[in-house]
């Protein structure tokens, strides 16, 4: 079983669409949760971290569910710039961090 | 500007050559990091740096070596033992050993074969 898993699309949405993406986690002693967006071809960019409590920043909430190691990301009224690939990112332990293999969006007019 | 910097952007391999990716940063921090990136897939950690003159190897380490002998400096050296080294590369860096440290990273460099 892969360290962080999620589902890699791609998911293609119209623009107003909402949309969620998941990922899993199999390290239980994981220590904290981030999503990052990364465009073709470009370096990785923090979109948020993911708190136990669920945040939300704008249009982006994420969740996080310790007991079933489950990560969320929603993305609510779409916009074309949204679409990109969002990697899973997870802090094993001690700055130990792995990544998904991203889930793929494209948002069309 | 405070940031990390990797060069070259595009670099070419010869068989049985050793190359050699630059990462700097001016961000005064801590921890950095190499991650290798395929085609429609993650990021997949080399290795990583904690504190000067230490490093540890992460899950695809064979093939290839680092340095960190400042601590603004990572370099990672693809060598000839490494058969399938064509990727883009990904250097970051974090301010602490933490766990609740987010990632820089730099514009990352195109490695092929000739």
């Known amino acids: 079983r892969k360290e962080v898993e999620q589902d890699p699309g791609p998911f293609n949405v119209p623009e107003g669409a909402t949309v969620a993406f998941n990922c899993t986690y199999s390290?239980?002693?994981?220590?904290?949760f981030f999503w990052y967006r990364q465009d073709c071809r470009k370096e990785p960019k923090l979109l948020m971290s993911?708190?136990?409590s669920g945040n939300e920043d704008g249009r982006f909430t994420a969740q996080l569910n310790r007991a079933s190691q489950y990560i969320s990301l929603l993305i609510r009224d779409s916009k074309l710039s949204d679409s990109a690939t969002y990697l899973c990112?997870?802090?094993?332990?001690?700055?130990?961090?792995?990544f998904g293999a991203g889930t793929r969006l494209t948002v069309k007019p | 500007d405070g940031g990390i910097t990797q060069s070259p952007k595009y670099l070419f391999r010869k068989e049985g050559q050793n190359v050699t990716l630059s990462c700097e940063q001016n961000?005064?921090?801590?921890?950095m990091y190499w991650y290798r990136q395929d085609p429609g897939q993650g990021l997949r950690l080399i290795y990583y740096?904690?504190?000067?003159?230490?490093?540890q190897k992460g899950d695809i380490a064979e093939g290839y070596s680092v340095s960190r002998e400042k601590k603004e400096s990572f370099p990672l050296t693809v060598t000839s033992a490494q058969k399938n080294p064509t990727a883009f590369y990904l250097c970051?860096?974090?301010?602490?050993?933490?766990?609740?440290?987010?990632?820089?990273f730099g514009s990352g460099t195109q490695l092929s074969v000739l």
């Open positions: 970051a860096s974090s301010a602490s050993t933490g766990n609740n440290e987010k990632l820089f």
């Open positions: 390290n239980s002693a994981s220590q904290s």
């Open positions: 993911v708190y136990s």
């Open positions: 990112v997870v802090n094993k332990n001690n700055n130990d961090m792995r």
């Open positions: 961000l005064n921090h801590d921890a």
């Open positions: 740096s904690q504190i000067v003159n230490d490093f």
